[in-house]
């Protein structure tokens, strides 16, 4: 009986998607110049579909029919034509608002950019910060704290001023407050509605609005800072090639030379800048809305490059609408933000619980003379001179 029942399901499924394919293969005529089975396919796999057979089906008001005749009032187009017009932004619309946006009566491109927000954000929030997590937990259970592994001199050497450590400081409590209060802005809804209720949420919501908004100063300040006060020692060299090919004696090899900033710190120094830069970009694209088209124009620059192409995509959307440029804009800011993050709990690991004496570096400004040795003894050299140093060895 079962096995009946099986080879029904199985022809009935055939038979289906037999008589879908066919339907697939309607042509556009057959559904009056609509959209036809194929078109909703397509749509509801996720693939790109060709909207020109409504886009420019908008009427023509230039065989408009004279006023004085029967529905020669609608001025050459229908209400469908009408609307649709709207829809792809072809419409000649004034407004007494003379906002940006304010002509734009229908906004084609908001439900993949709800749902990408909603849950696929959600989803590599969970995996890239969880696991990176997890990899450093792991890391930490197998090397165990990378200690200093010489003699201790109790001597120290000033490695940051405090100038240095103001600029880095501004720019952690920043961006951990903007973390933060920018989680909360994202996945607020999904994940702390359910816990504390819309009344508390709205609250914090409203808090965390305001918090992000005007600490990203701070963070953009802090930004400014750490740039000038470090790009020189986070130049690429010779050393740092070398650095890399150990691993830095991350896992227990003796440590490679180094000088102020190991290959590893630079990585970090110049993710911060151009991550946290394009973070900042994006983020004053959010605070001004509809004042800079930062997506239009690349994506138009990229796609007279042919880059898409280079991937097998098709061309990036172009004209955006300003909806549509605030909708990529949060995106990118969202996403950035998310992998600097996951850069940055590797980088406070290290910084605090994963390495011996690296914390006093920022805290105090003073590191033990062994530690600079270890970690970074061009550097030591560098600070002592070569006669001290000399005298060192002796
Ligand atoms: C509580 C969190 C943090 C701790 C404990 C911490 C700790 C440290 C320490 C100890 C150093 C000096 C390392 C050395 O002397 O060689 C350092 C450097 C640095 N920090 Fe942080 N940091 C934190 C958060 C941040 C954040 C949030 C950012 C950026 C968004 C950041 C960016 C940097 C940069 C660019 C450097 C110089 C390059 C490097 O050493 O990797 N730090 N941090």
């Given at each position: 009986m079962i096995r009946f029942l099986s080879l029904i399901a199985i022809i009935v499924t055939f038979a289906a998607s037999a008589s879908a394919q066919e339907a697939a293969g309607d042509s556009r005529a057959s559904t009056g110049g609509a959209q036809t089975l194929a078109d909703i396919l397509e749509r509801q796999e996720g693939l790109k579909v060709d909207e020109t057979f409504r886009s420019e089906?908008?009427?023509n008001p230039d065989a408009a029919a004279p006023i004085?005749?029967?529905l020669g009032t609608l001025g050459g187009a229908s209400d469908p034509e009408l609307w649709r017009a709207y829809r792809f932004g072809s419409a000649d619309i004034s407004t007494q608002s003379r906002g940006p946006a304010a002509t734009t009566v229908i906004q084609d491109g908001g439900m993949?950019?709800?749902?990408f927000r909603e849950d696929t954000l959600l989803t590599i929030a969970v995996y890239l910060l969880g696991g990176t997590f997890l990899a450093l937990a792991l890391f930490y259970l197998v090397r165990g704290k990378i200690r200093i592994g010489g003699q201790k001199t109790g001597r120290t050497i000033t490695r940051f001023k405090a100038f240095e450590r103001f600029g880095h400081w501004l720019l952690a409590s920043s961006f951990i407050v903007l973390g933060i209060t920018g989680l909360f802005s994202l996945f607020g809804r999904k994940v702390l509605i359910p816990l504390f209720g819309h009344e508390t949420f709205s609250f914090i919501a409203v808090g965390s609005k305001w918090v992000h908004n005007n600490i990203a100063w701070a963070f953009i300040i802090a930004l400014i800072i750490i740039f000038f006060a470090w790009v020189v020692h986070n130049l690429p060299d010779r050393t740092?090639?070398?650095?890399?090919a150990k691993a830095g004696g991350l896992f227990g090899g003796e440590h490679p030379p180094a000088k102020k900033f190991n290959a590893g710190q630079k990585l970090i120094f110049w993710a911060v800048i151009v991550l946290g830069g394009s973070i900042s970009v994006s983020g004053l694209s959010l605070l001004f809305p509809f004042e800079?088209?930062?997506?239009?124009?690349?994506?138009?620059?990229?796609n007279s490059w042919g880059v898409p192409g280079w991937f097998g995509a098709s061309d990036l959307p172009f004209p955006l609408q300003p909806q549509e440029e605030m909708q990529y804009a949060q995106l990118w800011h969202a996403l950035v933000s998310l992998i600097l993050t996951a850069i940055i709990f590797a980088h406070i690991y290290l910084g605090s619980v994963g390495m011996e004496g690296a914390f006093d570096a920022m805290g105090k400004g003073e590191v033990e003379e062994q530690w600079a040795r270890e970690h970074h003894s061009l550097w030591v050299q560098d600070v002592l001179g070569p006669d001290d140093n000399e005298k060192e060895k002796v």
């Open positions: 089906a908008t009427g004085t005749n029967q993949w950019w709800l749902e740092d090639l070398r650095w890399l800079y088209n930062l997506f239009g124009h690349t994506f138009s620059t990229l």
